[in-house]
């Protein structure tokens, strides 16, 4: 179909690009015809004879108005060739017996060549016929229109000829050149057919290599991923079927090498976890046997210490015991002293309190005073106005004195009652200083038994810490010797560990090698190490036995 679309496009081209020649040169030749017209138009006003205007304007309109319509058919064109050579027989017949009417006759030549422009060999047949029978009619019925000398056939003839032979020669000018014309539309539509023919193919060429492209790229997307299940299912084009199959080759490959690995990672995994567990199980019961060990030692250790810095101290209390004795003593004497004091404290407070209570006395008399004041003033009238305001200020002062005399009664009544409590704690802590030397007695005595019998106990303890050290020197060989287990063990599953985080990036099949089929769900295992690497074991000095 496309094929028979450009087939007669091509066609239509063809046409077009010889129509196009040929009504330009319908124009032409119909403007020629009316420069033909206006040339005998000029004649017969040179002549003064209007015989041949009526014929030279009747020839001209049907073929000008034929060209006004753009027509440049087959009628037109002869209607053409047959009028053009009659505008040179009109001008014969205009100048007969003209001293250049024989000149004349080249433009019949003239006119008959100027037909070739319209690429039709059909027009210059029908205008050397008219010319042809023209010359024959005119030179045996009007010999006077054909050359000033009269009948002269062998001339008719010879004219004919010539106009033959120029046909002759114009005609196949103008078969070539339609056919030329042809030729090259035929040329533009099949070189367009084929560069419509080469884009279409370079299109779908395109389209191809953007579905390639987007399929690879999408697999290369999901491999970057990890994901080793992802396959190009859809088909590609048949020049790139081949690469979709070396990629999903590709992924099955590596798909079967990291699950072979990650099974492989799986098992050493799995017995690294087995040994380390086992190693873990003894190094936790070697380390809890030496920490008992240790914790024994340094028990006993602390023990034996304990015991004879307790003798010492012992020693040293009985000695502090007898200092603290005096001490109390002493303090009992301070506290006798301190109950002294107080005495004197609560009569200096009664002292004082007499004295405010004689203040309280003269701020109520002055008050008093006061009031009396006031009360003259107020007799006096205007002139005792401001002893008025002395009286009202020197009451207001004796209030504020009583106001004052009261609270300082008040703390001096509460400091008594303070120093009263504090002579009552006094005397009782100097009755309990006094049974406190009665127990410092007792302690000391005790205290003596206790520094005789600790001297034994330390020696007995200094044997067993002996006896703890030795097997704790067999129980730190014993770890050494587990600490290395463990220390191999974490190594391999340490490498185990890493290479399966490694795989665990890949997303891979169940199955390896195995590839799935267009409707199959993608499945895939995830590679996790069975323990984490755990810190070793350190072992701890043990103290050194105690002298």
């Known amino acids: 179909m496309p094929?028979?679309?450009?087939?007669?496009?091509?066609?239509?081209?063809?046409?077009?690009?010889?129509?196009?020649?040929?009504t330009a040169g319908t124009r032409a030749l119909t403007?020629?015809?009316?420069?033909?017209?206006?040339?005998?138009?000029?004649?017969?006003?040179?002549?003064?004879?209007?015989?041949?205007?009526?014929?030279?304007?009747?020839?001209?309109?049907?073929?000008?108005?034929?060209?006004?319509?753009?027509?440049?058919?087959?009628?037109?064109?002869?209607?053409?060739?047959?009028?053009?050579p009659l505008y040179p027989a009109l001008l014969l017949a205009q100048w007969a017996g003209a001293p250049w009417q024989g000149d004349l006759h080249m433009l019949v030549f003239?006119?008959?060549?100027?037909?070739?422009?319209?690429?039709?060999?059909?027009?210059?047949?029908?205008?050397?016929?008219?010319?042809?029978?023209?010359?024959?009619?005119?030179?045996?019925?009007?010999?006077?229109?054909?050359?000033?000398?009269?009948?002269?056939?062998p001339r008719a003839l010879l004219h004919t000829g010539i106009v033959v032979v120029e046909a002759a020669m114009l005609i196949p000018l103008a078969v070539r050149l339609e056919r030329t014309i042809i030729g090259q539309a035929r040329s533009?539509?099949?070189?367009?057919?084929?560069?419509?023919?080469?884009?279409?193919?370079?299109?779908a060429v395109t389209a191809d290599q953007t579905t390639v492209l987007a399929a690879l790229g999408a697999g290369l997307e999901a491999l970057s991923d990890g994901n080793l299940t992802h396959r190009l299912r859809d088909g590609f084009p048949d020049r790139y079927e081949g690469l979709r199959r070396d990629f999903n080759e590709a992924l099955r490959a590596l798909d079967a090498a990291l699950a072979k690995v990650a099974a492989a990672t799986q098992g050493i995994t799995h017995g690294a976890g087995h040994v380390r567990l086992a190693s873990d199980a003894l190094a936790l019961r070697t380390q809890r046997q030496a920490a008992s060990l240790r914790q024994t030692a340094a028990a006993m250790t602390q023990i034996t210490a304990t015991i004879g810095t307790t003798a010492a101290a012992a020693g040293r209390a009985h000695g502090a015991i007898a200092g603290m004795r005096?001490?109390?003593?002493?303090?009992?004497?301070?506290?006798?002293?301190?109950?002294?004091?107080?005495?004197?404290?609560?009569?200096?407070?009664?002292?004082?309190?007499?004295?405010?209570?004689?203040?309280?006395?003269?701020?109520?008399?002055?008050?008093?005073?006061?009031?009396?004041?006031?009360?003259?003033?107020?007799?006096?009238?205007?002139?005792?106005?401001?002893?008025?305001?002395?009286?009202?200020?020197?009451?207001a002062l004796a209030q504020r004195s009583a106001?004052?005399?009261?609270?300082?009664?008040?703390?001096?009544?509460?400091?008594?009652?303070?120093?009263?409590?504090?002579?009552?704690?006094?005397?009782?802590?100097?009755?309990?200083?006094?049974?406190?030397?009665?127990?410092?007695?007792?302690?000391?005595?005790?205290?003596?038994?206790?520094?005789?019998?600790?001297?034994?106990?330390?020696?007995?303890?200094?044997?067993?810490?002996?006896?703890?050290?030795?097997?704790?020197?067999?129980t730190q060989q014993n770890a050494a010797m587990i600490e290395q287990a463990i220390a191999a063990a974490q190594s391999l599953a340490g490498a185990a560990g890493e290479l399966a985080r490694q795989v665990d990036h890949f997303r891979i099949g169940t199955e390896p090698g195995a590839e799935c089929g267009a409707g199959d769900a993608d499945r895939s295992i995830t590679l996790r190490p069975l323990y984490r690497p755990r810190a070793p074991v350190h072992q701890t000095a043990l103290p050194a036995p105690a002298a």
Not at 37 to 58: D, H, K, N, T
Not at 374 to 386: I, L
Not at 434 to 448: C, E, F, K, N, S
Request: aromatic share 2%; net charge neutral; charged share 15%.
């Open 3 to 22: 094929a028979i679309q450009r087939t007669h496009r091509g066609a239509g081209m063809m046409r077009a690009d010889l129509d196009r020649l040929r």
């Open 326 to 395: 005096g001490d109390v003593e002493q303090g009992g004497a301070v506290v006798g002293r301190a109950v002294e004091a107080m005495g004197r404290i609560e009569q200096s407070s009664l002292r004082i309190a007499e004295i405010i209570s004689l203040i309280d006395g003269i701020a109520f008399q002055t008050n008093l005073l006061a009031l009396n004041a006031g009360v003259e003033a107020a007799r006096a009238g205007e002139a005792g106005r401001g002893f008025a305001v002395v009286a009202s200020e020197v009451r």
């Open 403 to 474: 106001e004052a005399a009261q609270d300082v009664g008040a703390i001096i009544t509460a400091s008594t009652r303070e120093v009263e409590a504090g002579v009552r704690l006094v005397r009782e802590t100097g009755t309990a200083l006094q049974r406190l030397v009665a127990g410092i007695g007792d302690v000391a005595t005790l205290v003596a038994s206790v520094s005789g019998t600790t001297e034994q106990q330390a020696q007995s303890l200094r044997q067993i810490t002996t006896t703890i050290a030795d097997m704790d020197g067999v």
């Open 110 to 153: 003239a006119v008959l060549a100027t037909l070739a422009v319209l690429g039709d060999w059909r027009a210059l047949v029908a205008a050397t016929l008219v010319i042809a029978v023209h010359h024959l009619g005119a030179g045996l019925l009007r010999p006077a229109w054909i050359s000033p000398a009269g009948a002269d056939l």
């Open 31 to 84: 403007a020629l015809l009316w420069g033909l017209a206006a040339v005998i138009a000029l004649g017969c006003l040179v002549q003064r004879q209007w015989g041949m205007l009526a014929p030279a304007a009747l020839l001209a309109i049907l073929p000008t108005l034929r060209a006004a319509a753009g027509r440049s058919d087959a009628a037109t064109r002869l209607m053409l060739a047959v009028t053009l």
């Open 188 to 203: 533009h539509a099949a070189a367009e057919a084929a560069e419509q023919g080469a884009a279409a193919i370079r299109a």
